[in-house]
């Protein structure tokens, strides 16, 4: 079982800068591929980054490659998720989910967090 917590969204203008962290808990977290999903209003969940169980191997959607880094530290169960030159497009509510390979689909994931809102003003 892996618990996981996302932390660091609000509301920041278009250009600006925001990183989101996902702590997670349980004894065999850091043997899991970790990735964010997003969801805009209105619209359906997509995938936005992963990165493998040994922080080796990153995949990023197209949308956001060059503008996001993730980046993961065992040591403290966390992944974060540096999000640079923000868009309004990027506005959505951010989920982390753990899976036992790294995937970018979400029926891949096995746990999810909450979510954590982000808003990118114009």
């Known amino acids: 079982q892996v618990q996981l917590v996302e932390s660091g969204g609000g509301l920041v203008q278009a250009g600006g800068s925001l990183r989101l962290s996902c702590a997670a808990s349980g004894r065999t977290a850091s043997n899991y591929a970790l990735g964010w999903f997003r969801q805009p209003p209105g619209k359906e969940r997509e995938f936005v980054v992963a990165?493998?169980?040994?922080?080796?191997?990153?995949y990023y959607a197209d949308s956001v490659e060059g503008r996001f880094t993730i980046s993961r530290d065992d040591a403290k169960n966390t992944v974060y998720l540096q999000m640079n030159s923000l868009e309004p497009e990027d506005t959505a509510v951010y989920y982390c989910?753990?899976?036992?390979?790294?995937?970018?689909?979400?029926?891949?994931?096995?746990?999810w967090g909450q979510g954590t809102q982000v808003t990118v003003s114009s």
């Open positions: 989910a753990a899976s036992r390979v790294v995937a970018g689909v979400a029926h891949m994931y096995d746990y």
């Open positions: 990165i493998s169980a040994s922080g080796g191997g990153t």
